[in-house]
T-cell receptor, first 112, second 115 residues
Framework: QKEVEQDPGPLSVPEGAIVSLNCTYSNSAFQYFMWYRQYSRKGPELLMYTYSSGNKEDGRFTAQVDKSSKYISLFIRDSQPSDSATYLCAMTGPRGTYKYIFGTGTRLKVLA | DTAVSQTPKYLVTQMGNDKSIKCEQNLGHDTMYWYKQDSKKFLKIMFSYNNKELIINETVPNRFSPKSPDKAHLNLHINSLELGDSAVYFC??????????????FGPGTRLTVL
């Protein structure tokens, strides 16, 4: 079993839709959870960074962590064609841990 | 303004050659990383240096050798290139470990094609 599982998609949605992207993980030591967005032929850029369980909102983006279920989500409201990208979840252990474990990425296409 | 930069952006070479990729960060971070991203977009850590000291060394062929002359630079040298080395290589940096939350920032990538 991989440490982090992510549905690779692709996921196609109409403009304005609410998008839900998800990752599950098996290592209970993970404490920090990240979402990266990667446009085609570009490097990943940090979108959201959360610690422990709960929700964090930033504009149209909401990151949700459920540590009891080992499940994290990224919600995108009012999705735009410019949101079309690959979304990668990443997680790491206690403070002081350098190694990130990435999901395989979900390719999202928002249709105008 | 570039935070993490890599050169070259594209690298096309023949099997058996030796090549280097350079990375520089101007964020003042003390930790740098090399990742390999395959054609299915899977991003896998290869190496990490903290203050010029190797702290992560994943199962990578010893044809790959990282070198960190100072904490702002991390280069990757690859000997005897093979077809399977074709991928996009990303450099990243963070103010890692200890008291910080070690968010990682990525460079634009180097697309390596081995013919």
């Amino acid at each position: 079993q991989k440490e982090v599982e992510q549905d690779p998609g692709p996921l196609s949605v109409p403009e304005g839709a609410i998008v839900s992207l998800n990752c599950t993980y098996s290592n209970s030591a993970f404490q920090y959870f990240m979402w990266y967005r990667q446009y085609s032929r570009k490097g990943p850029e940090l979108l959201m960074y959360t610690y422990s369980s709960g929700n964090k909102e930033d504009g149209r983006f909401t990151a949700q962590v459920d540590k009891s279920s080992k499940y994290i989500s990224l919600f995108i409201r009012d999705s735009q064609p410019s949101d079309s990208a690959t979304y990668l979840c990443a997680m790491t252990g206690p403070r002081g841990t350098y190694k990130y474990i990435f999901g395989t990425g979900t390719r999202l296409k928002v249709l105008a | 303004d570039t935070a993490v930069s890599q050169t070259p952006k594209y690298l096309v070479t023949q099997m058996g050659n030796d090549k280097s990729i350079k990375c520089e960060q101007n964020l003042g971070h003390d930790t740098m990383y090399w990742y390999k991203q395959d054609s299915k977009k899977f991003l896998k850590i290869m190496f990490s240096y903290n203050n010029k000291e190797l702290i992560i060394n994943e199962t990578v062929p010893n044809r790959f050798s990282p070198k960190s002359p100072d904490k702002a630079h991390l280069n990757l040298h690859i000997n005897s290139l093979e077809l399977g080395d074709s991928a996009v290589y990303f450099c990243a940096s963070s103010q890692g470990g200890g008291r910080s939350t070690n968010e990682q920032f990525f460079g634009p990538g180097t697309r390596l094609t081995v013919l």
